[in-house]
C-alpha cells in the first residue's frame, strides 16, 4: 500500500513523520504498535500500511483541531482531552467482525467504542482504499468529538459532523473538508425527512433501514450549520441544546437545491 492509493496524504509527508516512530512487535503473532504523543495504533496490517495509517490520523487530528480549534481551546482547559486517540487495525474482515460483536457492534462496517475510547476497522487487501478513507475520518471524528468535548449525541449532530469531516481533500495545509458528498446527494433523490424528524431520530432511525437519506440529511444539517451558524455549532459541541426548527424552511430549500443538482 502507498499513500496516494490509501490516503490523500502525500508519500513524502508520510515518509517525514514516519522518520520518528517506533514500530513494536506484540505478544500476539502479527500483531504490531505504533505510538506517538496524539495516537497508538495497533493492528497485523503490514507494517507500511500501519505507519501509513499512523501519519493519516495525525493529519485528521491536525484538521479537527484546525476546523473547530476554537472551541477546543477554551473546552480544553476545562476539561483536558484523553492523551492519546487509539485506533486498531485489523487485516482480515473475520476478524474485525469477530472484534465488532465483542463491542456490541455486531453489524458495523467501523466502529468508535465510546467505553474503551478505541476506533477499530479492517483494512485489507480487498478494501476500497477511498472509501476506507471516508470510514476511517469518520470515526476519528466520532473519537475527537467524545475525547474533546464528550459530545456522544444528539445522534443528527454526532453522525452528521461524522459525514461532514470524513468527505477530505489534501491541500498544501493538509486535510480539509471539501462540503461535498455525493453518496449523501443520491439518497435526496428519495421523500426528505422533515427537519423535526431529524432532530429527534432516535438509534432506531439512524441506523435502521432507512439510515442512509438519515445520514445525507445529517450531513446536510451540519453543512449548513458551519457555513450559516457557525456559533450554533459550538453551542453544541459545549453539549447546548439551541432550537433549530426554525431553521426549518431554509434547510428543506437546501436540501431542494441539493436535489435539483
Not at 102 to 128: K, Q, T
Not at 143 to 156: G, S
Request: aromatic fraction near 12%; include cysteine; hydrophobic fraction near 40%.
Amino acid at each position: 500500500h502507498t499513500g496516494g492509493a490509501v490516503s490523500g496524504v502525500p508519500d513524502d509527508v508520510v515518509e517525514e513523520r514516519s522518520k520518528r516512530y517506533t514500530l513494536n512487535l506484540l505478544e500476539t503473532p502479527g500483531w504490531k504498535k505504533v505510538e506517538t504523543e496524539k495516537l497508538v495504533a495497533v493492528g497485523d496490517v503490514p507494517e507500511p500500511a500501519l505507519k501509513l495509517l499512523t501519519a493519516t490520523g495525525e493529519e485528521f487530528i491536525e484538521m479537527l483541531s484546525r476546523e473547530i480549534g476554537e472551541t477546543a481551546q477554551i473546552y480544553q482547559a476545562r476539561r483536558p482531552p484523553h492523551h492519546q486517540y487509539q485506533v486498531r487495525l485489523f487485516d482480515k474482515r473475520k476478524d474485525f467482525c469477530r472484534y465488532a460483536n465483542i463491542c456490541g457492534a455486531s453489524n458495523a462496517l467501523s466502529l468508535y467504542n465510546p467505553v474503551s475510547r478505541e476506533m477499530g476497522l479492517h483494512f485489507g487487501d480487498d478494501a476500497d482504499h477511498e472509501e476506507f478513507e471516508q470510514t476511517y475520518a469518520h470515526e476519528f471524528t466520532h473519537a475527537f468529538m467524545d475525547q474533546v468535548y464528550r459530545v456522544t449525541e444528539p445522534l443528527w449532530f454526532a453522525e452528521g459532523m461524522a459525514e461532514y469531516f470524513s468527505r477530505l481533500e489534501w491541500t498544501k495545509r493538509g486535510y480539509k473538508p471539501t462540503g461535498r458528498n455525493w453518496k449523501a446527494m443520491m439518497h435526496m433523490a428519495e421523500e426528505l425527512i422533515p427537519l423535526p424528524k431529524i432532530l429527534a431520530a432516535t438509534r432506531g432511525d439512524m441506523y435502521g433501514l432507512n439510515f442512509p437519506l438519515y445520514y445525507a440529511e445529517a450531513w446536510a444539517l451540519v453543512r449548513v450549520l458551519l457555513k450559516n451558524h457557525p456559533e450554533l455549532v459550538h453551542v453544541l459541541l459545549k453539549k447546548g441544546k439551541p432550537n433549530l426548527e426554525y431553521l426549518s424552511n431554509d434547510f428543506m430549500a437546501y436540501m431542494k437545491r441539493l436535489r435539483r443538482g
